[in-house]
């Protein structure tokens, strides 16, 4: 009778016991394969929505904009976004100009952020803008309409349709101030956003500036964010001409997101070591109670003839056959976890009134799992490898029983 028949019939001896353990390694499995592929579509979700309302999967600036933000480190457009936009697998280009400012109103006055967009692309891509109704959102990029975050338009208690100046802070030092209307109002659930957006066209925000034709940021929006390593030796290549630009990936041009979702995804880890750790103590447990419910039964097998090493494989089998059928049974159960996750998620709508807002990103109240299935694969044979190395010790300790001894037990 070789290994696996009979290892298979000495798991089952004791049906109770392999069942349960069965159950806790079947059932650790699913809850690591299904939350990680919970927090992978959350992750997702996030970079989605993050890249969209900022910097994009890559993102150009001027030398070390992206760190000081300072205003004077701007660059000439000069065509770059349509060129950029021209790479297959470019969804949108984004030029911006970002200039720090003072909003005021007849009561109050607010620090602001001055954003210059184009209109139509920004439309498109930017989450924040789709709540716009269409006669909401800018008419040109050169016209004196602004939208404005919901918390500032309150705090200057102005409305849609009211004027109101900002005054921002030209390249040559002097002041510049322009008489802005109303007309549009954003709620994008970011309290910085809401309190200090004031969007226009970049042409003008270009001109208050005193920076005609130039931009601070040009965002590139990918319809597939797994292309960005292909994307990205383009994008370079295409700046490759003025050394002072500096193409970025997504990771460090928002580093507030990117460390946010590393911090999350350890914190996961370690949950995961946890769960991973406690199927560890299961195994060894049920294969060294066998193995010491046993003893007499083995003190006879090697009193026959039998090798120690021969006893030690065959414990090893029972703990090969367990983690497989682990391994079989868990990665079904989370794949039926995980198809629930992707097609209807978990809604938190219920416990919270907006969305959710996480690493200076709003995202779907809605969280939706994606399918990670290298991943899951990876994670089962490494549970069904973690049983087989639990059996070590059980194994060990039956391979040097003394025969005489071991018949002698009760």
């Given at each position: 009778m070789n290994y696996?028949s009979?290892?298979?019939k000495n ?21 690591v394969q299904?939350?990680h592929?919970?927090?992978?579509g959350?992750y997702?979700?996030?970079?989605n929505?993050?890249?969209r309302?900022?910097?994009g999967h890559?993102?150009?600036?001027r030398?070390?904009y992206v ?12 065509g770059?976004?349509?060129?950029l ?10 030029p ?5 400012g003072?909003a ?8 602001i952020?001055l ?5 139509a692309?920004e ?7 789709k709540q716009?109704?269409?006669?909401d ?5 050169e016209g ?5 975050g ?5 705090e ?10 900002v005054?921002?802070?030209k390249?040559?030092g002097e002041?510049?101030?322009e008489l802005?209307?109303v ?7 970011i309290?910085?956003?809401?309190g ?11 001109a208050?500036?005193?920076?005609p ?8 929006i990918?319809?597939?964010p797994?292309a960005d390593?292909?994307v ?5 290549a ?12 997504w990771?460090?041009a ?9 911090l ?17 103590i299961?195994v060894?447990?049920?294969?060294l ?6 003893m ?9 003839g039998?090798?120690p090493?021969?006893?030690a ?7 090969t056959?367990l983690g497989?059928?682990s391994?079989?049974f868990?990665?079904?159960?989370g794949s039926?976890a ?7 998620g978990?809604?938190?709508r219920?416990?919270?009134?907006e969305?959710l807002?996480?690493?200076?990103v ?6 939706r799992?994606i399918?990670d ?7 089962a044979?490494y549970v ?9 010790y059980p194994a060990l300790?039956?391979a ?6 071991a018949m002698?037990?009760?």
């Open positions: 696996l009979l290892a298979w798991l089952w001896r004791n049906r109770r016991r392999t069942l349960i353990t069965l159950a806790a390694m079947s059932l650790s499995l699913m809850l299904a939350f592929n919970l927090s992978a959350v997702r979700q996030m970079v929505s993050g890249v309302a900022g910097s890559i993102a150009v600036y030398g070390d760190r000081s933000r300072d205003e004077k480190l701007s660059f000439a457009e000069a770059l976004a349509g060129r936009a021209a790479i297959p697998e470019v969804e949108g280009v984004l911006r100009v970002y200039l720090p003072l005021q109103s007849s009561r109050e006055s607010r620090g952020l954003t210059g967009v184009d209109p692309a439309l498109s891509v930017n989450p924040f803008l716009l109704a269409a006669e959102m800018l008419p040109s990029t004196r309409e602004a939208i404005l919901a918390r500032l338009v309150k200057l208690k102005i409305a849609r349709g009211n004027k109101f100046v005054t921002v802070q390249r040559g002041l510049q101030s802005l209307r007309h549009g109002v954003v709620k994008t659930g309290k910085e956003i809401d200090g957006l004031v969007m226009v066209g970049r042409e003008r925000a270009a208050m500036g005193g920076i034709g130039q931009v601070h940021e040009i965002a590139v990918l319809d597939d797994e390593r292909r990205f030796p383009r994008v370079e295409l700046i490759a001409d003025q050394p002072e630009l500096r193409a970025l990936p990771e460090e928002m580093l507030n997101l990117a460390n946010a979702i590393k999350d995804y350890a914190s996961q880890k370690f949950i995961f070591v946890i769960i991973l750790l406690i199927v560890t299961g060894v447990n049920t294969l109670m066998s193995v010491m419910e046993r007499r039964e083995f003190g006879v097998i090697l009193a026959i039998a090798s090493l021969r006893l494989g065959m414990i090893m089998a029972e703990a056959l497989v059928l391994m079989i868990g990665t079904l159960l039926l995980t198809w629930y996750l992707v097609r209807y978990i809604d938190l219920a416990l919270i009134s969305n807002e996480y690493g200076g709003v995202f779907d109240p809605i969280l799992a399918w299935v290298p991943w899951m694969l990876r994670i044979w069904a490898g973690l049983c087989l190395a639990a059996s070590l300790k039956a040097r029983l003394a025969p005489v001894e002698r037990h009760v």
